[in-house]
Protein backbone atom coordinates (compact mmCIF):
# COMPACT_ATOMS: atom_id res chain seq x y z
CA UNK A 1 0.00 0.00 0.00
CA UNK A 2 1.42 3.79 -0.46
CA UNK A 3 2.61 5.24 2.14
CA UNK A 4 0.36 8.15 2.03
CA UNK A 5 -2.43 5.98 1.66
CA UNK A 6 -1.06 4.38 4.98
CA UNK A 7 -0.75 7.76 6.62
CA UNK A 8 -4.00 9.11 5.99
CA UNK A 9 -5.53 5.79 7.30
CA UNK A 10 -4.00 6.20 10.09
CA UNK A 11 -5.08 9.90 10.90
CA UNK A 12 -8.84 8.83 9.87
CA UNK A 13 -8.17 5.98 12.47
CA UNK A 14 -7.47 8.16 15.38
CA UNK A 15 -9.70 11.28 14.58
CA UNK A 16 -12.98 8.86 14.66
CA UNK A 17 -11.46 7.09 17.55
CA UNK A 18 -12.16 9.92 19.68
CA UNK A 19 -15.57 10.79 21.09
CA UNK A 20 -17.60 14.20 20.74
CA UNK A 21 -18.39 14.58 24.21
CA UNK A 22 -16.11 16.83 26.69
CA UNK A 23 -17.76 16.03 29.73
CA UNK A 24 -16.19 16.87 33.08
CA UNK A 25 -16.86 14.40 35.17
CA UNK A 26 -14.56 15.70 37.75
CA UNK A 27 -16.68 18.77 38.09
CA UNK A 28 -15.77 22.56 38.35
CA UNK A 29 -16.49 23.00 41.95
CA UNK A 30 -19.16 25.39 43.45
CA UNK A 31 -19.47 29.10 42.97
CA UNK A 32 -21.50 31.53 41.40
CA UNK A 33 -22.82 30.95 37.83
CA UNK A 34 -24.72 31.88 34.78
CA UNK A 35 -26.98 29.09 32.63
CA UNK A 36 -24.27 29.72 30.24
CA UNK A 37 -22.21 27.48 32.34
CA UNK A 38 -24.26 24.61 31.83
CA UNK A 39 -22.98 24.41 28.05
CA UNK A 40 -19.33 26.42 28.37
CA UNK A 41 -18.08 24.08 31.29
CA UNK A 42 -18.59 21.23 28.93
CA UNK A 43 -16.67 23.03 26.23
CA UNK A 44 -19.41 23.48 23.62
CA UNK A 45 -22.89 24.36 24.50
CA UNK A 46 -24.11 23.02 20.99
CA UNK A 47 -23.08 18.99 22.32
CA UNK A 48 -25.10 19.18 25.13
CA UNK A 49 -28.31 16.80 25.06
CA UNK A 50 -31.41 17.31 27.39
CA UNK A 51 -31.66 16.13 30.11
CA UNK A 52 -34.45 13.53 31.65
CA UNK A 53 -34.64 14.58 34.91
CA UNK A 54 -37.12 16.47 36.27
CA UNK A 55 -36.69 19.88 38.25
CA UNK A 56 -38.88 21.79 40.72
CA UNK A 57 -38.63 24.57 42.83
CA UNK A 58 -40.26 24.61 46.72
CA UNK A 59 -40.93 27.21 48.19
CA UNK A 60 -42.13 28.87 51.72
CA UNK A 61 -46.06 30.13 51.59
CA UNK A 62 -44.96 33.32 52.73
CA UNK A 63 -41.62 34.92 51.46
CA UNK A 64 -41.06 38.44 53.19
CA UNK A 65 -38.93 40.82 52.10
CA UNK A 66 -35.40 41.43 53.92
CA UNK A 67 -36.14 37.78 55.72
CA UNK A 68 -34.46 34.74 54.92
CA UNK A 69 -35.98 32.23 53.06
CA UNK A 70 -35.51 28.45 51.86
CA UNK A 71 -35.76 27.73 48.57
CA UNK A 72 -34.98 24.22 47.48
CA UNK A 73 -34.64 22.13 44.45
CA UNK A 74 -35.78 19.18 43.65
CA UNK A 75 -34.30 16.55 41.20
CA UNK A 76 -36.30 13.51 39.99
CA UNK A 77 -35.20 10.74 38.44
CA UNK A 78 -31.73 10.74 39.63
CA UNK A 79 -29.80 6.99 38.29
CA UNK A 80 -33.28 6.14 36.33
CA UNK A 81 -32.74 7.55 32.56
CA UNK A 82 -28.64 8.75 33.24
CA UNK A 83 -26.26 7.22 35.54
CA UNK A 84 -25.21 10.54 36.81
CA UNK A 85 -22.51 10.37 39.71
CA UNK A 86 -22.13 14.13 40.12
CA UNK A 87 -24.95 16.75 39.18
CA UNK A 88 -24.62 20.16 38.93
CA UNK A 89 -27.15 22.59 40.43
CA UNK A 90 -28.19 25.97 39.17
CA UNK A 91 -30.50 28.40 40.55
CA UNK A 92 -31.40 30.88 38.50
CA UNK A 93 -33.79 34.32 38.28
CA UNK A 94 -33.67 33.75 34.46
CA UNK A 95 -32.70 31.86 30.82
CA UNK A 96 -30.51 34.77 29.81
CA UNK A 97 -27.59 32.43 29.86
CA UNK A 98 -25.93 35.66 30.91
CA UNK A 99 -26.32 37.62 33.74
CA UNK A 100 -29.41 34.97 35.63
CA UNK A 101 -27.95 34.37 38.44
CA UNK A 102 -30.47 35.47 41.44
CA UNK A 103 -28.27 38.29 42.93
CA UNK A 104 -29.66 40.25 39.05
CA UNK A 105 -33.09 40.10 40.42
CA UNK A 106 -32.45 41.18 43.91
CA UNK A 107 -32.09 38.24 45.73
CA UNK A 108 -29.17 37.76 48.34
CA UNK A 109 -27.83 34.32 48.75
CA UNK A 110 -27.15 33.36 52.39
CA UNK A 111 -26.07 30.27 52.16
CA UNK A 112 -25.91 27.55 49.09
CA UNK A 113 -26.02 24.83 51.59
CA UNK A 114 -22.37 24.10 51.22
CA UNK A 115 -20.77 26.48 52.77
CA UNK A 116 -21.20 29.25 50.27
CA UNK A 117 -22.92 31.58 49.07
CA UNK A 118 -23.27 30.69 45.27
CA UNK A 119 -25.97 30.12 43.13
CA UNK A 120 -24.27 26.57 41.70
CA UNK A 121 -23.70 23.58 43.68
CA UNK A 122 -22.49 20.22 42.94
CA UNK A 123 -23.84 17.21 44.57
CA UNK A 124 -22.58 13.44 44.11
CA UNK A 125 -26.27 11.16 43.47
CA UNK A 126 -23.91 8.25 45.48
CA UNK A 127 -26.84 7.14 48.23
CA UNK A 128 -29.50 9.89 47.38
CA UNK A 129 -32.39 7.52 46.04
CA UNK A 130 -33.90 8.87 42.75
CA UNK A 131 -34.58 12.06 44.22
CA UNK A 132 -32.02 15.25 45.01
CA UNK A 133 -33.18 18.09 47.21
CA UNK A 134 -31.03 20.83 47.43
CA UNK A 135 -31.68 23.74 49.77
CA UNK A 136 -30.52 27.28 49.47
CA UNK A 137 -31.27 30.31 52.05
CA UNK A 138 -32.27 33.58 50.11
CA UNK A 139 -33.13 36.69 51.17
CA UNK A 140 -35.22 39.49 48.60
CA UNK A 141 -34.70 43.18 48.63
CA UNK A 142 -37.99 43.96 47.36
CA UNK A 143 -41.72 43.57 47.78
CA UNK A 144 -43.48 42.18 44.14
CA UNK A 145 -42.94 38.61 41.98
CA UNK A 146 -40.32 37.36 41.47
CA UNK A 147 -39.23 34.35 39.35
CA UNK A 148 -37.16 31.25 39.77
CA UNK A 149 -35.49 28.54 38.00
CA UNK A 150 -33.76 25.34 38.26
CA UNK A 151 -31.04 24.09 35.77
CA UNK A 152 -29.28 21.24 36.52
CA UNK A 153 -25.95 19.83 34.26
CA UNK A 154 -24.09 17.05 34.17
CA UNK A 155 -23.24 13.56 32.56
CA UNK A 156 -23.68 9.86 31.91
CA UNK A 157 -21.52 7.51 33.05
CA UNK A 158 -22.44 4.51 31.32
CA UNK A 159 -24.92 3.19 28.60
CA UNK A 160 -24.84 4.61 24.97
CA UNK A 161 -24.30 7.98 25.95
CA UNK A 162 -21.20 7.33 28.15
CA UNK A 163 -19.71 10.72 28.65
CA UNK A 164 -21.89 12.82 27.17
CA UNK A 165 -23.12 15.81 28.72
CA UNK A 166 -26.47 17.01 29.11
CA UNK A 167 -28.74 19.64 30.50
CA UNK A 168 -32.01 20.65 31.45
CA UNK A 169 -34.00 23.84 32.79
CA UNK A 170 -37.20 24.19 35.04
CA UNK A 171 -40.23 26.03 34.04
CA UNK A 172 -40.41 29.21 35.83
CA UNK A 173 -41.46 29.38 39.68
CA UNK A 174 -43.29 32.96 40.44
CA UNK A 175 -42.16 33.89 44.17
CA UNK A 176 -44.33 36.47 45.71
CA UNK A 177 -42.29 38.62 47.89
CA UNK A 178 -44.88 40.56 50.60
CA UNK A 179 -44.08 42.88 53.27
CA UNK A 180 -43.21 42.12 56.82
CA UNK A 181 -45.72 42.13 59.23
CA UNK A 182 -45.04 44.68 61.36
CA UNK A 183 -43.96 43.31 64.93
CA UNK A 184 -43.18 40.34 63.44
CA UNK A 185 -40.34 38.46 65.57
CA UNK A 186 -37.76 38.46 62.94
CA UNK A 187 -34.53 38.58 61.68
CA UNK A 188 -32.52 42.08 61.64
CA UNK A 189 -31.58 43.19 57.74
CA UNK A 190 -28.46 43.71 58.51
CA UNK A 191 -27.64 39.81 60.22
CA UNK A 192 -25.99 37.78 57.61
CA UNK A 193 -24.84 34.33 58.64
CA UNK A 194 -21.92 32.46 58.88
CA UNK A 195 -21.38 29.74 56.32
CA UNK A 196 -17.88 27.97 56.73
CA UNK A 197 -15.25 27.85 59.49
CA UNK A 198 -11.99 25.87 60.65
CA UNK A 199 -12.19 22.05 61.68
CA UNK A 200 -12.02 22.56 65.26
CA UNK A 201 -12.77 25.72 66.18
CA UNK A 202 -16.04 26.92 68.03
CA UNK A 203 -18.54 29.47 66.22
CA UNK A 204 -20.12 32.04 68.47
CA UNK A 205 -23.09 33.36 66.67
CA UNK A 206 -24.24 36.80 67.36
CA UNK A 207 -27.58 37.03 65.91
CA UNK A 208 -29.59 40.21 65.39
CA UNK A 209 -33.18 40.13 65.96
CA UNK A 210 -35.74 43.02 65.76
CA UNK A 211 -39.55 42.81 67.61
CA UNK A 212 -37.98 39.61 69.64
CA UNK A 213 -38.52 38.73 72.96
CA UNK A 214 -37.19 35.38 73.67
CA UNK A 215 -35.01 33.33 71.24
CA UNK A 216 -34.41 29.57 71.00
CA UNK A 217 -32.06 28.19 68.81
CA UNK A 218 -31.09 24.24 68.13
CA UNK A 219 -29.10 22.81 65.43
CA UNK A 220 -28.51 19.57 63.63
CA UNK A 221 -25.72 17.44 62.43
CA UNK A 222 -25.65 15.56 59.10
CA UNK A 223 -27.11 12.65 60.64
CA UNK A 224 -30.17 14.90 61.44
CA UNK A 225 -29.63 14.56 65.15
CA UNK A 226 -31.01 17.71 66.92
CA UNK A 227 -29.70 19.41 69.70
CA UNK A 228 -30.96 22.60 71.76
CA UNK A 229 -28.12 25.05 72.03
CA UNK A 230 -27.74 27.73 74.93
CA UNK A 231 -28.64 31.32 74.33
CA UNK A 232 -27.58 34.21 76.18
CA UNK A 233 -29.44 37.77 75.18
CA UNK A 234 -26.08 40.27 75.71
CA UNK A 235 -28.85 43.12 75.17
CA UNK A 236 -32.54 44.38 73.56
CA UNK A 237 -32.52 41.60 70.52
CA UNK A 238 -29.27 40.44 70.05
CA UNK A 239 -28.75 36.86 70.97
CA UNK A 240 -25.68 34.58 71.58
CA UNK A 241 -24.98 31.17 71.27
CA UNK A 242 -21.81 28.79 70.14
CA UNK A 243 -21.90 26.04 68.28
CA UNK A 244 -19.40 23.19 69.02
CA UNK A 245 -16.60 22.42 66.98
CA UNK A 246 -16.67 20.19 64.30
CA UNK A 247 -13.64 17.45 64.34
CA UNK A 248 -13.44 16.46 60.51
CA UNK A 249 -14.86 18.88 57.38
CA UNK A 250 -19.02 18.22 57.73
CA UNK A 251 -21.72 20.55 57.89
CA UNK A 252 -23.96 20.95 60.50
CA UNK A 253 -27.57 23.27 60.51
CA UNK A 254 -28.84 25.57 63.14
CA UNK A 255 -32.41 27.66 63.05
CA UNK A 256 -33.91 29.91 65.55
CA UNK A 257 -37.35 30.09 67.03
CA UNK A 258 -37.75 33.92 67.89
CA UNK A 259 -41.05 35.35 69.53
CA UNK A 260 -42.60 38.64 71.20
CA UNK A 261 -45.21 40.65 71.32
CA UNK A 262 -46.55 40.02 67.67
CA UNK A 263 -46.26 36.60 65.59
CA UNK A 264 -43.81 34.14 66.33
CA UNK A 265 -41.34 32.66 63.46
CA UNK A 266 -38.80 30.28 62.83
CA UNK A 267 -36.22 30.58 60.53
CA UNK A 268 -34.90 28.59 58.08
CA UNK A 269 -31.90 26.15 58.75
CA UNK A 270 -28.15 28.06 58.31
CA UNK A 271 -25.91 25.72 57.10
CA UNK A 272 -22.16 25.83 58.48
CA UNK A 273 -19.56 24.04 56.74
CA UNK A 274 -16.31 22.99 58.59
CA UNK A 275 -13.32 22.86 56.62
CA UNK A 276 -10.04 22.81 56.70
CA UNK A 277 -8.11 26.11 54.93
CA UNK A 278 -4.80 25.28 53.18
CA UNK A 279 -1.78 26.30 55.06
CA UNK A 280 -0.77 30.28 53.61
CA UNK A 281 3.09 29.45 52.07
CA UNK A 282 5.36 31.80 51.37
CA UNK A 283 5.83 32.21 47.41
CA UNK A 284 9.75 33.38 47.70
CA UNK A 285 10.69 29.85 48.17
CA UNK A 286 8.59 28.30 45.90
CA UNK A 287 10.20 31.17 42.72
CA UNK A 288 13.79 30.35 44.31
CA UNK A 289 13.33 26.30 43.95
CA UNK A 290 11.91 26.51 40.99
CA UNK A 291 14.22 29.02 39.11
CA UNK A 292 17.47 27.11 40.85
CA UNK A 293 15.89 23.82 39.34
CA UNK A 294 15.14 25.59 35.83
CA UNK A 295 19.19 26.77 35.64
CA UNK A 296 20.49 23.59 36.98
CA UNK A 297 18.45 21.70 34.21
CA UNK A 298 19.81 24.41 31.70
CA UNK A 299 23.33 24.23 32.77
CA UNK A 300 23.36 20.66 33.02
CA UNK A 301 22.46 20.08 28.95
CA UNK A 302 24.75 22.81 28.01
CA UNK A 303 27.51 21.30 29.74
CA UNK A 304 26.91 17.79 28.50
CA UNK A 305 26.24 18.79 25.12
CA UNK A 306 29.45 20.56 24.66
CA UNK A 307 31.06 21.58 21.39
CA UNK A 308 34.60 19.19 20.79
CA UNK A 309 36.36 21.99 20.07
CA UNK A 310 37.83 20.07 16.97
CA UNK A 311 37.47 22.98 14.41
CA UNK A 312 39.11 23.28 11.41
CA UNK A 313 41.17 26.18 12.59
CA UNK A 314 42.74 23.78 15.25
CA UNK A 315 43.36 20.79 13.13
CA UNK A 316 45.36 23.62 11.11
CA UNK A 317 47.06 24.42 14.02
CA UNK A 318 48.23 20.53 15.40
CA UNK A 319 48.85 19.11 11.19
CA UNK A 320 52.31 19.21 11.25
CA UNK A 321 52.50 16.93 8.14
CA UNK A 322 54.00 19.13 5.95
CA UNK A 323 57.28 20.39 7.97
CA UNK A 324 58.14 16.64 8.73
CA UNK A 325 57.69 15.56 5.05
CA UNK A 326 60.36 18.44 4.24
CA UNK A 327 62.62 17.43 7.16
CA UNK A 328 62.89 13.93 5.65
CA UNK A 329 65.52 13.49 3.65
CA UNK A 330 65.00 13.06 0.00
CA UNK A 331 66.84 9.52 -0.23
CA UNK A 332 63.99 8.00 2.35
CA UNK A 333 61.82 9.78 0.43
CA UNK A 334 62.87 7.67 -2.75
CA UNK A 335 63.24 4.20 -0.69
CA UNK A 336 59.54 4.70 0.55
CA UNK A 337 58.45 4.77 -3.28
CA UNK A 338 58.56 0.92 -4.69
CA UNK A 339 61.11 0.19 -7.32
CA UNK A 340 59.84 -0.12 -10.51
CA UNK A 341 61.37 -3.20 -12.82
CA UNK A 342 63.51 -2.13 -15.88
CA UNK A 343 61.83 -2.53 -18.92
CA UNK A 344 62.88 -5.76 -21.25
CA UNK A 345 64.61 -4.19 -24.55
CA UNK A 346 61.80 -5.57 -26.71
CA UNK A 347 59.21 -2.99 -24.05
CA UNK A 348 56.18 -4.25 -22.40
CA UNK A 349 54.92 -8.09 -22.80
CA UNK A 350 52.33 -8.02 -25.13
CA UNK A 351 48.81 -7.12 -23.78
CA UNK A 352 50.10 -5.52 -20.48
CA UNK A 353 49.71 -1.80 -19.16
CA UNK A 354 52.11 0.48 -17.78
CA UNK A 355 50.34 0.50 -14.78
CA UNK A 356 50.17 -3.78 -14.32
CA UNK A 357 54.23 -3.47 -14.92
CA UNK A 358 54.89 -1.01 -11.98
CA UNK A 359 53.54 -3.55 -10.16
CA UNK A 360 53.99 -6.76 -11.20
CA UNK A 361 57.02 -6.37 -13.73
CA UNK A 362 59.71 -8.12 -11.24
CA UNK A 363 57.72 -10.86 -10.68
CA UNK A 364 57.21 -11.14 -14.83
CA UNK A 365 60.78 -10.40 -14.79
CA UNK A 366 61.29 -13.86 -12.16
CA UNK A 367 59.01 -15.74 -14.35
CA UNK A 368 56.52 -16.17 -11.10
CA UNK A 369 53.51 -14.07 -12.96
CA UNK A 370 52.57 -14.04 -16.54
CA UNK A 371 54.36 -16.13 -19.69
CA UNK A 372 57.87 -14.70 -18.09
CA UNK A 373 60.50 -13.66 -20.32
CA UNK A 374 61.32 -15.83 -23.34
CA UNK B 1 -12.36 41.74 28.56
CA UNK B 2 -11.36 38.68 28.37
CA UNK B 3 -10.67 36.84 31.54
CA UNK B 4 -7.25 35.77 32.81
CA UNK B 5 -8.75 31.69 33.55
CA UNK B 6 -9.16 32.58 29.74
CA UNK B 7 -6.26 33.46 29.07
CA UNK B 8 -4.79 31.04 31.07
CA UNK B 9 -6.39 27.96 28.85
CA UNK B 10 -5.54 29.14 25.47
CA UNK B 11 -1.60 29.61 26.31
CA UNK B 12 -1.92 26.40 28.29
CA UNK B 13 -3.24 24.79 25.36
CA UNK B 14 -0.90 26.46 23.03
CA UNK B 15 2.18 25.23 25.17
CA UNK B 16 0.70 21.30 25.35
CA UNK B 17 0.17 21.63 21.70
CA UNK B 18 3.80 22.11 20.81
CA UNK B 19 5.29 20.67 23.12
CA UNK B 20 3.39 17.53 22.48
CA UNK B 21 4.17 17.46 18.92
CA UNK B 22 7.65 18.32 19.97
CA UNK B 23 8.01 15.32 22.11
CA UNK B 24 7.17 12.61 19.26
CA UNK B 25 9.34 14.69 16.83
CA UNK B 26 12.24 13.92 19.58
CA UNK B 27 11.22 10.75 20.27
CA UNK B 28 11.45 9.74 16.52
CA UNK B 29 14.77 11.37 16.10
CA UNK B 30 16.14 9.38 19.14
CA UNK B 31 15.16 6.12 17.62
CA UNK B 32 15.36 6.76 13.91
CA UNK B 33 18.13 4.43 13.75
CA UNK B 34 15.39 1.57 14.36
CA UNK B 35 13.11 2.96 12.60
CA UNK B 36 12.17 2.02 8.75
CA UNK B 37 13.93 3.65 6.08
CA UNK B 38 12.06 6.15 4.71
CA UNK B 39 11.77 7.68 8.10
CA UNK B 40 15.42 7.23 9.30
CA UNK B 41 16.16 9.02 5.95
CA UNK B 42 14.12 12.36 7.07
CA UNK B 43 15.49 12.82 10.73
CA UNK B 44 16.93 16.55 9.31
CA UNK B 45 13.00 17.24 8.95
CA UNK B 46 12.22 15.54 11.98
CA UNK B 47 15.02 17.51 13.96
CA UNK B 48 13.90 20.67 12.46
CA UNK B 49 9.56 19.74 13.89
CA UNK B 50 11.28 18.85 17.26
CA UNK B 51 13.07 22.19 17.83
CA UNK B 52 11.08 24.78 16.13
CA UNK B 53 8.06 23.05 18.09
CA UNK B 54 9.63 23.35 21.51
CA UNK B 55 10.99 26.80 21.02
CA UNK B 56 7.31 28.06 20.09
CA UNK B 57 6.00 25.99 22.84
CA UNK B 58 9.28 27.80 25.09
CA UNK B 59 7.80 31.10 24.04
CA UNK B 60 4.14 30.43 25.14
CA UNK B 61 5.26 29.48 28.36
CA UNK B 62 5.70 32.41 29.90
CA UNK B 63 2.64 33.59 29.11
CA UNK B 64 1.02 30.15 30.68
CA UNK B 65 2.70 31.13 33.80
CA UNK B 66 2.20 34.21 34.09
CA UNK B 67 -1.82 33.75 33.12
CA UNK B 68 -1.97 31.24 35.22
CA UNK B 69 -0.66 32.92 38.63
CA UNK B 70 -3.03 35.56 38.07
CA UNK B 71 -5.93 33.48 37.45
CA UNK B 72 -5.18 31.48 40.51
CA UNK B 73 -8.08 31.33 43.43
CA UNK B 74 -7.48 32.37 46.33
CA UNK B 75 -3.87 33.49 45.55
CA UNK B 76 -0.37 32.43 43.52
CA UNK B 77 0.47 29.25 45.69
CA UNK B 78 -2.96 28.59 47.80
CA UNK B 79 -2.62 25.10 47.12
CA UNK B 80 0.55 22.19 47.07
CA UNK B 81 -0.87 21.57 43.47
CA UNK B 82 0.08 24.97 42.17
CA UNK B 83 3.24 24.98 43.91
CA UNK B 84 4.45 21.64 42.03
CA UNK B 85 3.11 23.45 38.61
CA UNK B 86 5.64 26.20 39.08
CA UNK B 87 8.31 23.81 40.06
CA UNK B 88 7.53 21.25 36.95
CA UNK B 89 7.45 24.11 34.41
CA UNK B 90 10.37 26.16 35.73
CA UNK B 91 12.41 22.78 35.33
CA UNK B 92 10.71 22.25 31.81
CA UNK B 93 11.55 25.77 30.78
CA UNK B 94 15.16 25.56 31.95
CA UNK B 95 15.19 21.99 29.97
CA UNK B 96 13.90 23.43 26.96
CA UNK B 97 16.45 26.17 26.56
CA UNK B 98 19.38 24.19 27.26
CA UNK B 99 18.05 21.80 24.24
CA UNK B 100 17.87 24.65 21.93
CA UNK B 101 21.00 26.51 23.01
CA UNK B 102 22.48 23.24 22.38
CA UNK B 103 20.97 22.26 18.90
CA UNK B 104 21.83 25.79 18.14
CA UNK B 105 25.67 25.53 19.08
CA UNK B 106 26.00 22.21 17.45
CA UNK B 107 24.31 22.22 14.57
CA UNK B 108 22.77 19.23 13.14
CA UNK B 109 25.61 17.25 13.59
CA UNK B 110 25.06 16.52 17.70
CA UNK B 111 22.69 13.52 16.13
CA UNK B 112 25.69 11.71 14.59
CA UNK B 113 27.52 11.23 17.59
CA UNK B 114 25.18 8.49 20.41
CA UNK B 115 26.43 10.16 23.65
CA UNK B 116 24.89 13.27 22.18
CA UNK B 117 22.53 12.17 20.60
CA UNK B 118 20.81 10.33 23.75
CA UNK B 119 21.11 13.70 25.79
CA UNK B 120 19.35 15.60 23.23
CA UNK B 121 16.78 12.94 22.72
CA UNK B 122 16.40 12.43 26.45
CA UNK B 123 16.49 16.11 27.18
CA UNK B 124 13.77 17.04 24.84
CA UNK B 125 11.74 14.33 26.22
CA UNK B 126 11.94 15.54 29.92
CA UNK B 127 11.14 19.27 29.13
CA UNK B 128 8.05 17.73 27.03
CA UNK B 129 7.51 15.28 30.21
CA UNK B 130 7.35 18.10 32.71
CA UNK B 131 4.89 20.28 30.93
CA UNK B 132 2.59 17.40 30.34
CA UNK B 133 2.78 17.01 33.96
CA UNK B 134 2.42 20.83 34.72
CA UNK B 135 -0.60 20.65 32.13
CA UNK B 136 -2.16 17.31 34.08
CA UNK B 137 -1.41 19.31 37.15
CA UNK B 138 -3.60 21.72 36.21
CA UNK B 139 -6.18 19.90 35.15
CA UNK B 140 -6.64 18.29 38.37
CA UNK B 141 -6.22 21.29 39.97
CA UNK B 142 -9.68 23.06 38.06
CA UNK B 143 -11.39 20.01 36.98
CA UNK B 144 -10.57 17.39 39.24
CA UNK B 145 -9.24 15.52 36.69
CA UNK B 146 -6.05 14.40 34.33
CA UNK B 147 -5.57 12.56 31.39
CA UNK B 148 -2.78 11.33 33.94
CA UNK B 149 -4.93 10.54 36.52
CA UNK B 150 -3.57 6.42 36.13
CA UNK B 151 -0.02 7.55 36.96
CA UNK B 152 -2.03 8.44 40.37
CA UNK B 153 0.97 11.64 40.91
CA UNK B 154 0.90 12.77 44.42
CA UNK B 155 0.04 16.41 43.46
CA UNK B 156 -0.94 17.67 46.36
CA UNK B 157 2.44 16.92 47.99
CA UNK B 158 5.05 19.57 47.19
CA UNK B 159 8.97 18.84 47.83
CA UNK B 160 9.79 22.10 48.87
CA UNK B 161 13.47 22.77 50.24
CA UNK B 162 14.87 25.18 52.31
CA UNK B 163 15.74 28.24 51.32
CA UNK B 164 19.49 28.26 51.35
CA UNK B 165 19.69 24.15 49.53
CA UNK B 166 17.89 26.15 46.96
CA UNK B 167 20.38 28.96 46.70
CA UNK B 168 23.31 26.34 46.90
CA UNK B 169 21.35 24.95 44.12
CA UNK B 170 21.13 27.91 42.13
CA UNK B 171 24.39 28.74 42.59
CA UNK B 172 25.65 25.25 41.13
CA UNK B 173 22.94 25.82 38.21
CA UNK B 174 25.39 29.18 37.47
CA UNK B 175 28.53 27.07 37.54
CA UNK B 176 26.74 24.67 35.49
CA UNK B 177 25.55 27.04 32.46
CA UNK B 178 28.87 28.95 32.84
CA UNK B 179 31.27 25.98 32.23
CA UNK B 180 28.70 25.13 29.19
CA UNK B 181 28.80 28.39 27.75
CA UNK B 182 32.26 28.64 28.03
CA UNK B 183 33.20 25.27 26.88
CA UNK B 184 34.13 26.58 23.11
CA UNK B 185 35.75 30.04 23.64
Not at chain 1, 112 to 134: A, M, P
Not at chain 1, 251 to 279: N, Y
Not at chain 1, 333 to 358: V, Y
Not at chain 2, 108 to 133: C, H, K, Y
Request: aromatic letters at 8%; glycine letters at 10%.
Amino acid sequence: MNQRVKVLVLLIVLVTSTTFSAAEPGGNGDGLRDMQCGGACHGDAGQNATSLLTLSIEYPEQVWVGQPAEVRIVVEGVDVAHDEQLIGLFLLSSTNAHGDTPLEDGWEILSNGQGGSGNYVERSTDGTGSILEHTWVLRADAIGAKTLYAAVHHADASGPAQGSPFFGVSQGFEINVAPVPEDLARIHEDFTPTTAREVGEDLTVLLHTKYTDAAQVEWRTEDGAVIQAAVNSTEANYWQFTLPAAIAPSTIEWRATLSGEGPSQTTPWFAVSAQITPEEVDALPIYLQGLAMGLVLFGAVLAMQRPSGQTDDSLKIYDETPTIEALQPAEEAADSQPSIAPLPEEGLPPGWTDEQWQWYGHEYLAGTYGDGPQ
Amino acid sequence: MISSNTLHVVATELVVGAYALSGVAFLLCLAHQYLPGSIRSSYRSLDAVAHSAMLFGLIATPFAIWTGLSSAPGGEMSSPILANKMLFSMSGLGLASGVLLARWRLGISLWDEPRSRLTQGVSGLGAVGFMLVTASAGGTFSRGESLLDWLHLPYGETLLMPTALSAILLLVGIACTTIGLRSNA
